[in-house]
C-alpha cells in the first residue's frame, strides 16, 4: 500500500492563536459587503427585458394584417407537449390556406421552441413575455385571437432567428 | 404614589423592549442580507417596517401542535420560563441618571436591588430551565439531543461570565448597577479599565445566548433546529422572541458593565437643561444597546460554528483560567495603587 503524505500542520503565531485579529479581518469583509450595490430588481415596478435570444411565449405573426400561418400542421406535429391544435381552411389570398381554428394550450407548452424551429413560413415565434397569469383553467387555451402578435414588435426575434438558424 | 411610578416604569420598559426585539428581527434579516449582497424585506411597509407585525400575526394564526406521548404541561410551560426570565432580567438595568418629572425625582431603574449585578446571573442560570424543558418534554430525538448540548454549553460559560464580573465589582466597589454605571463618568469606561473582561465576557456571552459560532444545540443543518424543533405557532414565536430579548439584555448588560451605560462624553459641557440631558443619555444608552446587538448579528454572518468539543474545550480550558488570572491580576493591581 501506498505510503499516504504526512501533512504538518501549520504552528500558529500566538497572534492568529488568540483568533480575534481574524475576527476583525472577517468582519471588515462583511461589513463593506454591507455598502456594496445590490443588483436585487425591485419586481412589480422595475421588469427585466430579455434579450432576443429569450424563448418567451410562442405567437403568431401577423403582417398587413392577416396572419402569416398556412396551416401546415407542421407545428403541431413536433410540438413535444401536444399543445397546439391547427384546423385548416381555404381563402383567397395568395397562400391559399389559413387556420381557421388555431389554439395553444399554454398549461401544456413547455417553451421549448420546436414549433418556431420547424415553422417554414416565419409564422410562429417565441415572444419576450414570461408572465402568463390566469385564474381559471379554460384561459389557458389560447385563441388566435389571443396568439396574434404584428411582426414590427416581433423585429428582434425575427432578426436572431435569421442570424443563428 | 412611588408604586405607580414604579408600574408606569414597568409598563413603558415592557412596551419599548418587546418593540425593540420585534424590530431587531428585522434588523437581523436586512443586516443579513445586506452582508449577503441583496436587500431584506422591504415590501411590507415603508422598508419593510410593518414586518414584525406580519410575522406575529402570522405566528399566532398558525395551529398549535404538541406531540403525542409529550409532558403537555411542561411543554407549555417552558417557552413561558424562558421569555420570561428574558424580560425579568431588564429590571435592575439603568436607562439613564435621574430625572425630574411634574416635581417627582425618578430614578430611571425599574428595581434598585443592592444585589444588582447578582440578581441578572441568577436569572440568566434559570433561562437553562426553559431550554432543558422544552427539549426533554418534547418526546423527540433532537429537541432531546439539542437541549442536553446546549444546557452544558450554558452551564460552561455561566462560571466564565460570572467570573468576569467580579473584576468590574472590584473596580467599582460595588454590586449595584447604577454605582458601576456612575464609577464610568466621562471616558472611563471599564472596557479600557478591564479589557480581558470584556473580552471573556462577551464571548461567554454569546454563548449563554445560543448564538453563532456557539450555535451548535440550535444548529440547522445539523439538528434540525435543535430543542424548539417540535414548537408551533405562538409558543414558537415566544421562543423566537427569548433569543432576541436574550440578545438585547446581553447587549443592554454588556453596555452598562463595560461601555459606560448612560454616559454620553462631552454632554455636560453645551450646557443644556437637566431635563434633556437625561434624555438624550437614555437615548445614548440605547444607541449603545443597538450598536452591540448589530455587532452581535455581523458576527453571526462572519465566523463559521465552533465543533462541540472545540466549544466545551474552549469553556472550560481556556476561558476559565484567564477569567480567575483576570481577577487576580485586577486585584493585585487594585492592591498596588491604594
Excluded at chain 2, 445586506?34 to 398558525?62: E, M, T
Excluded at chain 2, 435543535?226 to 448588560?253: D, I, P, R
Aim: net charge neutral; hydrophobic share 50%.
Amino acid at each position: 500500500m501506498k505510503q499516504k503524505p504526512i501533512v504538518h500542520r501549520k504552528d500558529l503565531h500566538w497572534w492568529e492563536w488568540l483568533y480575534i485579529p481574524q475576527i476583525i479581518a472577517g468582519m471588515k469583509i462583511t461589513i463593506s459587503q454591507i455598502f456594496r450595490p445590490k443588483f436585487t430588481m425591485q419586481y412589480p415596478e422595475e421588469k427585466w427585458t430579455p434579450p432576443p435570444s429569450f424563448r418567451g411565449s410562442p405567437v403568431l405573426v401577423e403582417e398587413n394584417g392577416i396572419e402569416r400561418c398556412v396551416a401546415c400542421g407542421l407545428c403541431s406535429r413536433v410540438c413535444p407537449a401536444l399543445a397546439i391544435e391547427v384546423q385548416a381552411s381555404e381563402t383567397d389570398f395568395r397562400k391559399e390556406r389559413y387556420p381557421v381554428l388555431f389554439e395553444i394550450n399554454m398549461l401544456r407548452c413547455i417553451y421549448c421552441g420546436f414549433c418556431e424551429e420547424v415553422c417554414p413560413e416565419e409564422a410562429i415565434v417565441m415572444s419576450q413575455e414570461y408572465e402568463l397569469t390566469f385564474t381559471a383553467q379554460e384561459d389557458g387555451i389560447f385563441g388566435k385571437d389571443k396568439l396574434l402578435q404584428s411582426a414590427d414588435k416581433l423585429r428582434e426575434r425575427l432578426e436572431f432567428l435569421r442570424k443563428n438558424r | 404614589m412611588e408604586l405607580l411610578i414604579t408600574v408606569i416604569k414597568i409598563i413603558l420598559v415592557m412596551l419599548v423592549m418587546v418593540g425593540i426585539v420585534a424590530y431587531m428581527v428585522l434588523l437581523e434579516r436586512r443586516l443579513a442580507a445586506g452582508i449577503q449582497n441583496r436587500l431584506g424585506p422591504n415590501r411590507v411597509g415603508w422598508q419593510g417596517l410593518l414586518q414584525p407585525i406580519a410575522d406575529v400575526l402570522k405566528l399566532v394564526f398558525k395551529e398549535d401542535i404538541v406531540p403525542s406521548n409529550a409532558n403537555r404541561f411542561i411543554h407549555h410551560l417552558a417557552p413561558i420560563i424562558s421569555l420570561g426570565v428574558a424580560l425579568t432580567t431588564i429590571a435592575v438595568i439603568p436607562f439613564g441618571d435621574r430625572i425630574t418629572l411634574f416635581g417627582y425625582d425618578i430614578k430611571l431603574q425599574i428595581a434598585d436591588v443592592n444585589i444588582g449585578i447578582l440578581y441578572i446571573l441568577a436569572l440568566t442560570s434559570l433561562g437553562v430551565y426553559g431550554l432543558t424543558l422544552a427539549g426533554w418534554s418534547s418526546n423527540s430525538k433532537y429537541p432531546l439531543l439539542g437541549a442536553v448540548r446546549s444546557s452544558a454549553q450554558m452551564i460552561s460559560y455561566e462560571l466564565s461570565m460570572g467570573l468576569s464580573v467580579i473584576g468590574v465589582v472590584l473596580v467599582a466597589g460595588s454590586l449595584e448597577l447604577d454605582t458601576i454605571v456612575e464609577m464610568q463618568s466621562g471616558w472611563r469606561w471599564n472596557i479600557i479599565l478591564q479589557p480581558v473582561g470584556f473580552i471573556t465576557f462577551v464571548v461567554a456571552a454569546f454563548a449563554e445566548m445560543n448564538r453563532l459560532p456557539f450555535d451548535l444545540p440550535e444548529a440547522e443543518p445539523e439538528l434540525v433546529a435543535g430543542y424548539h424543533t417540535e414548537y408551533s405557532a405562538l409558543k414558537f414565536g415566544l421562543f423566537y422572541m427569548s433569543e432576541y430579548a436574550n440578545m438585547f439584555v446581553s447587549s443592554a448588560l454588556i453596555t452598562t458593565l463595560f461601555l459606560g451605560g448612560w454616559h454620553v462624553p462631552f454632554l455636560t459641557s453645551f450646557g443644556l437643561p437637566d431635563f434633556w440631558v437625561s434624555i438624550i443619555q437614555v437615548l445614548g444608552f440605547l444607541l449603545k444597546v443597538i450598536l452591540f446587538v448589530a455587532f452581535i448579528i455581523i458576527i453571526r454572518w462572519t465566523i463559521p460554528r465552533f465543533r462541540y468539543d472545540q466549544l466545551m474545550n474552549l469553556g472550560w480550558k481556556f476561558m476559565l483560567p484567564v477569567s480567575i488570572l483576570n481577577i487576580l491580576v485586577t486585584a493585585a493591581v487594585i492592591l498596588l495603587m491604594k
